[in-house]
Nanobody, 127 residues
Framework: EVQLVESGGGLVQAGGSLRLSCAAS????????IGWFRQAPGKEREGVSC????????YYADSVKGRFTISSDNAKNTVYLQMNSLKPEDTAVYYC????????????????????WGQGTQVTVSS
């Protein structure tokens, strides 16, 4: 059974940092790309970042570029999202998802083939 479990969300002041984790199981981690998405109240879900576990290539939304860093620990089947310089507009439920990677990585990021999803973790940034 495929499982993606997010953790690390919480309440932080603007300018602060959080690190989200996405622990994966039930599939061959090295063969997949993991993406982070977020959905704020009343807004559509949007992509944040993704990483290919096979070659480490990454992609970021413009809104988080330079502030967020995605990384993968293949030994632990876990992907991390380090979020620095957080802003109130980063407040959302953050989800991780998995799919087979495509090249280049931005094709994976923009695809609608994310077939596996976690339950989400809440991130709240206070002003």
């Amino acid at each position: 059974e495929v499982q993606l479990v997010e953790s690390g969300g919480g309440l932080v002041q603007a300018g602060g940092s959080l690190r989200l984790s996405c622990a994966a199981s039930g599939f061959t981690f090295d063969d997949y790309a993991i993406g982070w998405f977020r959905q704020a109240p009343g807004k559509e879900r949007e992509g944040v970042s993704c990483i290919s576990s096979s070659d480490g290539s990454t992609y970021y939304a413009d809104s988080v570029k330079g502030r967020f860093t995605i990384s993968s620990d293949n030994a632990k089947n876990t992907v991390y999202l380090q979020m620095n310089s957080l802003k109130p507009e980063d407040t959302a439920v953050y989800y991780c998802a998995a799919q087979s990677p495509m090249s280049p990585i931005h094709v994976t990021y923009y695809s609608e083939l994310w077939g596996y999803w976690g339950q989400g973790t809440q991130v709240t940034v206070s002003s």
